[in-house]
């Protein structure tokens, strides 16, 4: 039996690159903009509870996997 493959969420791909960090150095950034040493900290000490940790935690596989060029054309549609 085929594998299913599951494709994101168009809309929390669109949350994700809209949403600003609520708090601390880098606030009122994009998530997608924070420096991948301010992810890789939080990955070390703990991300945040709820969405913010969720997002953040996407956020740092993204960048782990060099995958930021993948939303470069939904970012473009944003501006």
Not at 35 to 52: A, D, N, V
Request: with cysteine.
């Amino acid at each position: 039996m085929a594998e299913q493959i599951q494709l994101p969420d168009p809309e929390y791909l669109l949350k994700l690159l809209q949403t600003r960090m609520p708090f601390g150095k880098y606030k009122n950034w994009l998530l997608i903009d924070l420096p991948e040493t301010y992810i890789c900290w939080f990955s070390r000490k703990g991300f945040p509870e709820g969405s913010l940790g969720v997002m953040l935690r996407s956020i740092y596989e993204i960048k782990l996997n060099g995958l930021e060029e993948l939303l470069a054309p939904i970012r473009r549609t944003l501006k």
